[in-house]
């Protein structure tokens, strides 16, 4: 089946469908990369605590926004 026969019968634009998979993609990366830097620092630090978790991972986790 096409793309466009798909988007037809559900109502959405293949514009739409295009972006909503590319968000989901970012998603799956972005929580790839935040569940392996949690691993790092646990494998570290394993009685580390949440609040201080996220204060090391700030930095590493704002420079991959962009």
Known sequence: MSIGLLCGCTGMTRQNY?????LRQRERVDES????LIHRERCL???IGSRK???LLEKELKSAEV
């Not at 295009?18 to 590319?22: A, F, N």
């Not at 990369?33 to 392996?36: D, E, F, H, R, S």
Request: no cysteine; proline share 7%.
């Open 33 to 36: 990369l935040v569940l392996a």
């Open 18 to 22: 295009y972006k909503q998979r590319s």
């Open 53 to 55: 978790l996220m204060y």
């Open 45 to 47: 630090h394993p009685r």
